[in-house]
């Protein structure tokens, strides 16, 4: 095993659409089987089976033996694997707010109050409320390098979760490492074309090439402020407790490595931002257990559920 930057090591893992359709349809669906996960996002069986084997490999779905059924196997999650709902809560919340696919996003209920939607986020060292405007995202001058370096994953099929649209937007935010570094970067405060391709080691076409893909998507916005600047728009913006999680969760699951070099730093406390989730009805602090997902009436055309009263 190299030296894997623990940050990289996520990045590679977690940013890549058909995992993250995987986790979510293991959370929400309690997929289980090779052949619940097939039929749901219609990947190829090849690039299934790589991306099962890599979430084994990683800790977070422990494989076994499944009698009695066409599928020799079945997959569920571990500690670890469970560990990252708070990473899928945060999608969920940014395609919700940012997305027009929010209508076909299940709801989030907090089964104690009956509270639905989306959580905010908070710092668990002072249990304030945390936005970007209240934390600093520190950097490492020598750390940026790893970040992007490791080892490369082997050619992407190009949609391969074509069958779940529900993940297009966000993906191009953290889709693959280089997005999602791209748009820490831009979380982190870097601006500049210049800032950057020092930061990331990329070519100017490449890196051009994903700062214009980021812009398309809505996620940097291009000014020209003596030179070529991006700034985050306020839909990229909000990405930030999908970062804030990656980040956790990236130590939680690497606790021997070395420091990333990557941090957020809660400025009213001093802290580093160790985030949860409260509850927007009742204010306590969110467990994995305390919510669950529900199916919406999800028919097409439909307008959204009504709010209703516990
Ligand atoms: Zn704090
Ligand atoms: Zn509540």
Redesign the pocket.
Known sequence: MTQANSVAATFDLLGDRLTLSILRQAFVDRARRFSQWSDRTAAPPAVLTARLAALVDAGVLVRAPRAGSADRYEYRLTELGLGTWEILVCVWAWQREWTPEWTLLPELVHTECGHRGPPVLL??????T?TTHDTDVELDPDALWHLTSGRRRSMRVADPARGDARFDEIMEAIGDRWSAAVTGLALAGVRRFSDFRAALNLSPTTLTERLTRLVEAGILQRAEAGGREYRLTHRGRALFGVFAFLLAWSEHAHPEAPEPGLRIR?K????V?LPGLRCRGCEVVLGRRDVRFEQGPASPGQSAATPSEP
Do not use: I
């Open positions: 710092c668990r060292s002072c249990g304030r945390v809660h009213e406390c001093g802290a931002l």
